[in-house]
């Protein structure tokens, strides 16, 4: 019985050098001279420091730009709101998304039973199984998936027949 799973990672070591890409960029932009601007993870985690709300902007600008010059999705990080830090500064976390939320498991297995695809759907923690009996109706159960516009990144692996 043909199957496939829906997950949704970021690879942390992309993470990094896209940070790292950005640290080397902010250290020779003219704006940012002699400014404490910078851009750290911790776990699942980034945080973003600078002086004023436009650093902020820019740091955050850049580092989505190297993100995508490196193939990561922009989908995968959520920023909060700016907040003060100590010193004057302002700061700014990112979570990095790792699993798919329960509430878009949930709409995916919605859409697939409205859609009436012969496929079965198992919500296995932070990932989705689906499984079906031909090969085109799970070429067609991924067409409608990616037709639902989730801003999260998802990748569909391990496809067997």
């Given at each position: 019985?043909p199957?496939?799973?829906?997950v949704?990672k970021?690879?942390?070591a992309e993470?990094?050098n ?5 640290m ?11 400014s ?10 980034i ?7 436009y650093?902020i ?7 989505r730009?190297?993100?995508?010059k ?16 100590r010193?004057?500064?302002l700061k700014?976390?990112s979570?990095i ?5 329960k509430e878009?498991c ?8 409205s ?26 159960a991924?067409q409608?998936?990616k037709?639902?516009?989730i801003k ?5 692996i391990?496809?067997?027949?």
């Amino acid at each position: 019985m043909p199957s496939f799973d829906i997950v949704s990672k970021t690879d942390i070591a992309e993470v990094d050098n896209a940070i790292n890409g950005a640290m080397r960029e902010i250290s020779s932009r003219y704006d940012f001279k002699n400014s404490q601007s910078s851009i750290k993870r911790e776990i699942d985690e980034i945080h973003l420091l600078a002086e004023d709300n436009y650093k902020i902007d820019q740091l955050q600008q850049i580092f989505r730009t190297h993100c995508v010059k490196r193939k990561l999705s922009t989908g995968a990080f959520e920023f909060s709101k700016i907040e003060d830090a100590r010193g004057g500064l302002l700061k700014q976390h990112s979570k990095i998304i790792q699993g798919i939320d329960k509430e878009i498991c949930q709409l995916i297995n919605k859409t697939l039973k409205s859609t009436k695809l012969k496929v079965q759907v198992a919500i296995r923690g932070d990932e989705v199984r689906i499984s079906g009996n031909k090969r085109d109706n799970l070429q067609e159960a991924i067409q409608t998936i990616k037709d639902l516009n989730i801003k999260q990144p998802l990748q569909y692996i391990n496809f067997r027949d």
